[in-house]
């Protein structure tokens, strides 16, 4: 049938309206990064702390992402880490002060416009799906644009130095391709770009390998091509395999996690740390690494690892309601608090936009959570198993993502990864048809 005038304009709104849906988000990000790192302008990057500047120097030196520190605590004992962070964040600042020399706003511009390119195309996949509805289609636009006015998401989108900041760009492209299940996006091409979303996934933070088995799960519940399957199940299996190879050459073990597994549990497990957590606003209780590792010798980092590891799990078998109460406050943190904490304090009205933007996330998360419960418990129709599937892996990815912190400690920053996972649910759930 020949398309009517009508049909012509309408395509021409589309198409600016997917134009404005790429751009906002872009400006609004690259707007956030002038405004918040004109302090850090004269900074240089090798001062990154979380072992950013180290390992990128050593990356640019040609030593791999490699430091010998004291910063532990190790005072007069200095460790050589080859482990202790995931590739991305090295590589990516490697690649921006290749590009722009040693200077901090023009990289974080670089980096942010980077890892927004996964999440352009989770906005394009949803484009491609909007409904004729005038209200669904108004929410579907709000809920794809939302996310850059949440402070919480944009510290995400802006930061240098947390693995969130990287590991939230490939979480959102990945979760799109799933919830959205584009026919467009079917055959080699949706299992190669699927994996290497998820890889990007794993490299930016191990302690989403789980979060990554979920999603993978759930692309081989609606594959139904045998071929495609091996394929993507191939190609994600790469990543952790080639990162346990690197750390066998570099240190000497095979791990698909890293040698801060061990602290980073410790830390979350310990008395010294449970009576002060939460922290108060503006406090990471980063300076307690310092005080597990007083006065302590270790041989190599995973001596160091091995022993934190030992220390955490002494705790956890000694200590249950102790570990309770901490759990408790931790799950408060990650599925209620409307304040955000582990992060710089702010004070006054950029507050209450904060405060604002985690409403806002609560909102869209419980929305999202509870309709995909009622959709698994509601009387199933023929055509919605995408819908389920979609429904069954937003759930496992809630509990994959969180669950590591639930065990360590948690903050705020570790749940705003499901902002848009969460956003783009609501999507899916408002371009089905409706139903009698």
């Not at 698909?256 to 597994?261: A, C, I, N, P, Y």
């Amino acid at each position: 049938m020949p398309r009517t005038a009508g049909d012509l304009d309408q395509t021409k709104q589309d198409r600016r309206l997917l134009l404005v849906l790429l751009i906002v988000p872009v400006l609004v990000s690259l707007a956030a990064v002038w405004t918040l790192d004109q302090a850090r302008a004269d900074r240089s990057l090798f001062s990154l702390t979380n072992l950013v500047g180290p390992t990128t120097r050593s990356l640019l030196n040609g030593g791999g992402i490699t430091v010998c520190t004291e910063e532990m605590g190790t005072r007069g004992n200095p460790i050589c880490f080859h482990a202790a962070r995931m590739p991305a964040t090295a590589i990516t600042v490697a690649s921006g002060i290749r590009l722009f020399g040693d200077r901090y706003v023009p990289v974080a511009c670089f980096k942010t416009i980077l890892l927004l390119l996964p999440v352009e195309f989770a906005i394009y996949l949803a484009w491609c799906c909007l409904p004729r509805p005038f209200g669904r289609r108004l929410m579907v636009i709000l809920l794809l644009l939302i996310p850059f006015f949440i402070p919480a998401f944009l510290a995400d989108v802006t930061n240098l130095q947390v693995d969130e900041g990287f590991s939230y760009s490939f979480l959102a492209m990945a979760a799109a391709m799933l919830f959205l299940d584009w026919p467009g996006l079917r055959g080699v091409r949706g299992a190669v770009l699927f994996a290497a979303a998820l890889d990007g996934l794993y490299l930016s933070k191990s302690g989403m390998l789980v979060a990554v088995l979920v999603l993978l799960v759930g692309f081989l519940a609606l594959e139904r091509q045998t071929k495609l399957r091996w394929l993507a199940v191939l190609l994600v299996a790469a990543a952790p395999l080639g990162w346990a190879l690197h750390q066998h050459h570099a240190s000497g073990r095979f791990s698909v996690g890293t040698s801060f597994d061990g602290i980073n549990l410790h830390k979350g497990n310990n008395a010294g740390f449970l009576q002060n957590y939460p922290p108060t606003h503006g406090d990471s209780l980063d300076w307690y690494d310092f005080e597990l590792n007083r006065g302590m010798s270790f041989p190599d980092e995973w001596s160091f690892n091995d022993y934190h590891l030992r220390a955490a799990l002494q705790y956890l078998q000694t200590h249950p309601r102790e570990t309770l109460s901490g759990d408790r406050r931790k799950l408060r943190i990650l599925f209620f608090s409307v304040e955000k904490y582990g992060s710089t304090a702010i004070f006054g009205a950029r507050q209450l936009i904060e405060i604002a933007g985690m409403l806002l996330f609560r909102l869209m998360f419980w929305i999202a959570t509870v309709s995909a419960i009622v959709l698994l418990l509601r009387r199933r129709f023929e055509d919605d198993r995408s819908l389920r599937v979609a429904a069954a892996t937003f759930l496992a990815l809630v509990v994959a993502s969180t669950l590591p912190y639930l065990a360590g400690f948690a903050y705020t920053r570790h749940v705003s990864i499901l902002i848009y996972p969460s956003a783009l649910f609501c999507c899916r759930l408002l371009c089905e048809p409706e139903r009698d």
